[in-house]
């Protein structure tokens, strides 16, 4: 079946640095890709649809400077959190729809982000 | 934006009980999905119910989805501790095929 493959699962970095999180599709391709956010006991609030060739569209409320988004080729998103604060620790999880009417999204595992 | 409520938020029962999840809107969807997700995973889709009145059966798990496409519910029969997990209701949003989720309901199973 469709896999999504995430990378790295935990990433704990200092304030005020930059931290790069990878989303892959690993059998199909996928034009887009989506970028969700999820804080403790809450559910999955989507950022941002990242879309293979042009540019990132973002939720109302996300800033696209700080979550910058790259879909450099038809398996590959990532999505950089920039000048990391303590209130960006978040679970980031990607997702994306494989090929074919009424397909599914399928998820990736998820990358745990500590912002000390 | 497409809002999805879902209760109750949390529950705890005792092994062997049933047990019934609701999600609502006030929203027409085309289809709409379940998910179970556990702790540090992403979400594991468990069904998809697109026809208002359509019923699915996974096992212990039956999905009903409403005749007007608005609202569906996750039943439970004699839940296990297996079955703990945060069970996710979603349907399509506006921003290109990306879903919209309920709050989730966090079902705790204990033996």
């Known amino acids: 079946g469709a896999v999504v493959s995430q990378h790295p699962s935990r990433v704990i970095c200092k304030s005020g640095t930059s931290v790069k999180i990878e989303c892959r599709s690993l059998?199909?391709?996928?034009?887009?890709m989506f970028w969700y956010r999820q804080f403790p006991k809450q559910s999955l609030m989507l950022m941002a649809t990242?879309?293979?060739?042009?540019?990132?569209?973002?939720e109302q409320g996300v800033e696209k400077d700080k979550f910058l988004i790259n879909h450099a080729s038809l398996t590959l998103s990532t999505l950089t959190v920039t000048s990391a604060h303590p209130e960006d620790s978040s679970f980031y999880i990607c997702?994306?729809?494989?090929?074919?009417?009424?397909?599914?999204?399928?998820f990736g595992n998820g990358t745990r982000l500590t912002v000390t | 934006t497409q809002l999805l409520e879902q209760s109750p938020q949390f529950l705890s029962i005792q092994e062997g009980e049933n047990l019934t999840v609701y999600c609502n809107s006030s929203?027409?969807?085309?289809?709409l999905q379940w998910y179970r997700q556990e702790p540090g995973e992403g979400p594991v889709l468990l069904v998809t119910?697109?026809?208002?009145?359509e019923v699915k059966k996974l096992k212990r798990l039956t999905f009903q989805f409403g005749d007007a496409r608005k609202d569906s519910s996750l039943h439970i029969t004699a839940a296990q501790p297996g079955d703990t997990g945060l069970y996710l209701c979603?349907?399509?949003?506006?921003?290109?095929?990306?879903?919209?989720f309920g709050k989730g309901t966090s079902l705790l199973v204990t033996p």
């Open positions: 990242s879309n293979e060739g042009s540019k990132a569209t973002y």
């Open positions: 979603a349907g399509e949003g506006n921003s290109g095929y990306a879903l919209n």
């Open positions: 059998d199909f391709q996928a034009t887009t």
């Open positions: 119910v697109v026809t208002g009145g």
């Open positions: 997702s994306a729809r494989p090929p074919g009417l009424d397909s599914p999204l399928h």
């Open positions: 929203s027409v969807f085309s289809s």
